[in-house]
């Protein structure tokens, strides 16, 4: 009897659970339909607020659970941003643009994207303001082209120039009796030292330290010309740390005034002739989305530019909205060569690289579909190793002068833990085979010196072919290819005069040249975006189990998350690897 009623209030149980999950579902797809036919309408005499206070990738994708948080996503989609900016333009009933910036998670190349797209809503003649409590870098860089930067009188303006820093591992490997077997070609892949080292190989500073100066350059002088001062007096102020607070960002005339957000709003309004007891009609960027109901392919005709998002780790199989899946991808743009109505490709790229074999099968569709039409990579915040590996066949390359690029070189990790197992937690392994490399690979014992010269020859093999395809398509003689490659980054101003990219600009003038490319005149065409996005439902119910997952992990790991997440990117990495030479965090 007693089972019986355990199997009873088991049963029970279940069917709560069950019951508590489908109203969560219900719920959620009730908030998610009304917030989508919630209708939003432009008020006469607004301005557009642009909050860019989540992460910046290419494409904002759908969020099952933006019923629950007022129709906000977990990110900006720089895409969808771009085209609000350029609708804002047009839009009487917009004024201005208040930019109200923090911290700006977003990488240089899309940083230029946008405010090359905020100087071009200045050519309408409304005003740009910008206010921050503490303002990086990077959020300066777009806030140096508003008419007014307001910036707390108590906050801080960093304006010290760029760094990058990586973590090494090795002593915690050393600690946790874990050796990382490592095979590479080139002088300047230093994608392993942080498994080998416990600081950067002076290949790896020198290569880190010119693309840095060259992105930095850059910025500066965009900066140095919006601002009206001198190229040679800002780089005085920034190498020389001269703003230590916001009085000096005033002084040197980085920032316009100093004020509070109500001083900056109060402008606002004076510049729309608002009285200041009156509220300003602020619209955010996620309503004004909504309420855009103009056709974002811009034309009715039949002829279309294919855009193919590429963005994240280059993986075999499928992959997901964070990574670039050599099966979804290679659908993608064979579905692009296929389709009679587009005229031509732009391959859109922001990857640090990834698995040889997965680019090596998307490289392969884009050098059959440049067979019948135009193919354009257009390169974004990062796109090396991998990343260039799928677009060097392309037959124009586009990049932005901070661009992180080339890394043309390959590596293998294959780690073994004998050790760990043995003297950390006493387990012991042993294995029966039918061959003397029945178990190789293996990363429970050591590779001998002929199983270690055999993955080294894959490598070399990998690296010839990398090599070879890449002198073919850039048209050079595959002995100079090689002088640049050894895995070196290169900034995209670096990587143009090398040859290694043909043309400095950004992903409308990518567009531009596909078009032209295609025969085709601005108005003559639309854009179709790949490749398909996961349907609510498909997001719904991944984000459950895979947002569970991950906030499970965080509330464990704590500070040792960026930990783990490196354990899981050295675990993942099947095969040689084309990736970027480490983790590079511009700040």
């Known amino acids: 009897m007693r089972q019986f009623f355990k199997y009873v209030l088991a049963t029970l149980t279940g069917l709560v659970l069950f019951a ?17 036919d919630k209708e939003v309408t432009v008020a006469s005499n607004s301005v557009l607020e642009l909050k860019l206070d989540k992460p910046i990738g290419e494409r904002e994708f759908n969020n099952p659970f933006s019923g629950f948080t007022g129709g906000q996503s977990s990110s900006i989609g720089l895409d969808e941003l771009k085209a609000a900016i350029r609708r804002a333009k047009e839009d009487g009933d917009i004024k201005g643009i208040f930019l109200n910036l923090e911290l700006v998670q977003g990488g240089m190349a899309s940083m230029e994207e946008i405010r090359n797209a905020l100087l071009d809503f200045k050519k309408s003649g409304k005003f740009v303001v910008s206010y921050t409590d503490a ?28 760094s990058s820093e990586t973590m090494y591992y090795k002593n915690l490997f050393d600690k946790l009796g874990v050796q990382a077997q490592i095979f590479r070609v080139g002088s300047f892949k230093s994608a392993v030292e942080p498994y080998f080292r416990t600081n950067m190989s002076d290949s790896a500073r020198l290569q880190t330290s010119s693309f840095l100066n060259s992105m930095n350059n850059a910025m500066l002088a965009e900066v ?97 909205n964070e990574s670039i899946g050599s099966t979804r991808f290679a659908e993608a743009i064979r579905k692009a060569r296929l389709d009679k ?21 998307i490289y392969r569709e884009v050098m059959l579909t440049k067979k019948v039409k135009p193919v354009i990579a257009s390169m974004s915040d990062v796109a090396a190793s991998g990343g260039y590996f799928i677009a060097m066949g392309c037959d124009t390359i586009v990049a932005h002068p901070t661009t992180i690029t080339g890394s043309i070189g390959v590596f293998g990790v294959l780690p073994n833990i004998e050790p760990f197992l043995r003297d950390k937690i006493g387990v012991t392994t042993d294995r029966v085979t039918t061959g003397k490399f029945s178990d190789f690979p293996t990363i429970t ?75 085709l005149k601005e108005g003559d065409y639309r854009i179709q975006k790949l490749p398909r996005q996961k349907s ?44 970027m030479p480490f983790e590079v965090n511009v700040q």
Not at 137 to 143: G, R
Not at 287 to 315: P, Q
Not at 537 to 551: G, I, P, T, W
């Open 224 to 320: 140095a010309a919006a601002r009206k001062i001198a190229p040679a007096r800002l780089k005085v102020i920034s190498d020389s740390m001269l703003v230590h607070n916001a009085d000096d960002a005033k002084r040197l005339g980085l920032v316009t005034d100093l004020g509070y957000y109500d001083q900056a709003t109060d402008y606002m309004k004076g510049k729309l002739g608002v009285e200041k007891d009156d509220k300003l009609s602020l619209i955010e960027l996620s309503d004004y989305e909504k309420a855009d109901d103009e056709d974002e392919e811009g034309s009715t005709s039949g002829n279309r530019i294919a855009v193919v998002y590429a963005e994240g780790d280059i993986v075999t199989g499928k992959g997901g």
């Open 341 to 361: 109505k587009v005229k031509a490709v732009v391959l859109r790229i922001n990857s640090p690289g990834g698995s040889s074999l997965a680019s090596d099968i």
């Open 135 to 162: 303002q990086s870098e990077k959020s300066y860089y777009l806030a140096s082209v508003a008419d007014k930067i307001y910036l707390n009188p108590q906050g801080t303006l960093e304006f010290n120039g760029l």
């Open 536 to 579: 609510f439902a498909e997001n719904l119910f991944s984000s459950f189990s895979e947002e569970a997952k991950l906030r499970m992990v965080r509330e464990e790991m704590g500070p040792m998350y960026p930990m783990y997440q490196q354990y899981k990117k050295l675990s993942e990495m099947k095969g040689a690897q084309m990736r």
């Open 445 to 519: 014992r050591a590779l001998t010196p002929f199983e270690q010269s055999q993955f080294q020859a894959e490598i070399n093999r990998i690296y010839a072919d990398f090599t070879t395809k890449a002198a073919q398509g850039r048209r050079m003689p595959v002995e100079r290819l090689r002088r640049l490659a050894s895995g070196r980054v290169w900034s995209g101003t670096e990587a143009k005069a090398r040859g290694l990219v043909d043309v400095l600009g950004s992903y409308d003038d990518a567009l531009r040249i596909a078009a032209r490319r295609a025969n």
């Open 20 to 36: 508590l999950v489908g109203v969560v579902l219900l719920v959620a797809l009730i908030a998610a339909a009304a917030s989508s």
